[in-house]
């Protein structure tokens, strides 16, 4: 796989897809579908996060897929519809629609941690790196029951995994939304070196 960069669409044009991509990714699909379900206010409950792990909390783990479905559709369709334009357009649609999900400007800029739509813009982007992602958060969950930590890892890995495919360009955003979700996960981090991290399929 090697970067395919066409005539570009211009700065003004970039902002746009970004403008496009940030107001699809601010949908806060986790808090509309709790609300949708009765269950009030997700933000309330456990870490206060509006994404799939803390959705689980209320006990409903359809609701929780659902969540972690739309949160990576919404960065994925993002993607795939700037695409029509250039691997450009593409990138920075996906940029926009992790920031909406991080920042959302309907919740006061307090979105998820955006891994889910990580996963779902990386798809787009580069298929074979979202395979990546996907084998080494298996790997390491499996190994050590900690979803946060697999999460780190993968996003870690993956950019350098996609720089060594030839697909410099995306590595780069990638390595940057990477850096993101470490920044967003400095308590999950704070509490794996207390050893007081949950553990998958902990009570």
């Known amino acids: 796989m090697t970067d395919g960069v066409a005539a570009g669409v211009g700065p003004l044009g970039l902002l746009l897809f970004l403008i496009f991509g940030y107001l699809l990714g601010s949908i806060p699909f986790g808090l509309l579908i709790t609300r949708a379900a009765g269950l009030g206010d997700v933000r309330k409950i456990g870490s206060g996060n509006i994404g799939a792990t803390n959705v689980l909390r209320t006990g409903r783990k359809g609701l929780a897929a659902l969540t972690l479905l739309l949160d990576a559709l919404k960065g994925a369709a993002t993607v795939w519809i700037a695409l029509r334009w250039d691997l450009t357009a593409g990138m920075a649609a996906g940029l926009g629609a992790f920031l909406g999900h991080l920042f959302p400007v309907w919740l006061g800029f307090k979105g998820g941690k955006g891994v889910a739509t990580y996963v779902g813009v990386l798809l787009a982007l580069a298929w074979q790196g979202f395979l990546a992602f996907a084998v080494i958060w298996l790997a390491v969950a499996a190994l050590t029951r900690y979803s ?56």
């Open 148 to 203: 946060s930590l697999a999460a780190l890892v993968a996003a870690a890995a993956t950019p350098i995994f996609l720089y060594f495919l030839g697909a410099g360009l995306v590595a780069g955003l990638l390595a940057l939304m990477s850096l993101l979700i470490i920044v967003r996960h400095r308590l999950n981090i704070e509490r794996l070196l207390a050893g007081t991290e949950s553990r998958i399929g902990a009570k």
